[in-house]
C-alpha cells in the first residue's frame, strides 16, 4: 500500500480528480494549503495575476490506495496536473503500513478501496 500526496495548482483541481475517477480512483481526501517550491513563492503568475510573497495557494491531495492502482493515479496526476509553467507541483509517495476501516474494523488492503 502506498499514500500518494500530491501538491498542485488549484485551477487544475477539477481536472485531475477527474482523472482520477476515470483511473477508478474515487477515494481522496483535498486540502488547501500554503507553500513555495524553489522560486521560494517569489514570483508566480496565476489566472494572470502575479503573486508577490513568500507562500501560494496549493491544493494538496492525498490517496491511499492499493500497489496495483499507484501508476494510474501518478499517470493521472502527472497528465492532468501539466501546464509546463513553475509552480506546476509534485506529486510524493510513501509506504502505506496500515488502513483501517473504523466502521468495520477492516485493514490492510481490505479497508483501502
Ligand atoms: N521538497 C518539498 N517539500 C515539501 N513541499 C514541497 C516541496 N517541493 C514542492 N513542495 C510544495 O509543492 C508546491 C509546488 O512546488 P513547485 O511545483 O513550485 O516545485 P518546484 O521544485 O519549485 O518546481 P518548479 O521549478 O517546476 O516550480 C510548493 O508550493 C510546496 O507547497
Ligand atoms: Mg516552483
Same mark, same amino acid.
Given at each position: ?39 521560494k513563492g517569489l514570483?508566480?503568475?496565476?489566472? @494572470? ?5 513568500? $507562500?501560494?495557494? #496549493?491544493?494538496? /491531495?492525498? !490517496? ?6 499507484? *501508476? ?14 513553475? @509552480? ?5 509517495? $510513501?509506504?502505506? #503500513?496500515?488502513? /483501517?476501516? !473504523? ?6 488492503? *481490505?479497508?483501502?478501496?
Amino acid at each position: 500500500m502506498k499514500y500518494i500526496i500530491a501538491i498542485i495548482q488549484p485551477h487544475r483541481t477539477e481536472e485531475v480528480l477527474e482523472a482520477l475517477y476515470k483511473a477508478d480512483i474515487h477515494l481522496v481526501t483535498v486540502s488547501e494549503v500554503l507553500g513555495h517550491g524553489r522560486q521560494k513563492g517569489l514570483t508566480e503568475v496565476y489566472r @494572470g495575476h502575479r503573486e508577490m510573497g513568500a $507562500l501560494l495557494h #496549493k491544493i494538496k /491531495v492525498e !490517496i491511499a490506495v492499493n500497489d496495483a492502482f499507484v *501508476k494510474p493515479a501518478l499517470e493521472a496526476i502527472e497528465h492532468a496536473g501539466h501546464t509546463g509553467n513553475v @509552480g506546476d507541483g509534485k506529486v510524493f509517495v $510513501l509506504d502505506l #503500513k496500515e488502513c /483501517v476501516r !473504523i466502521r468495520t474494523g477492516e485493514r490492510g488492503s *481490505k479497508a483501502i478501496g
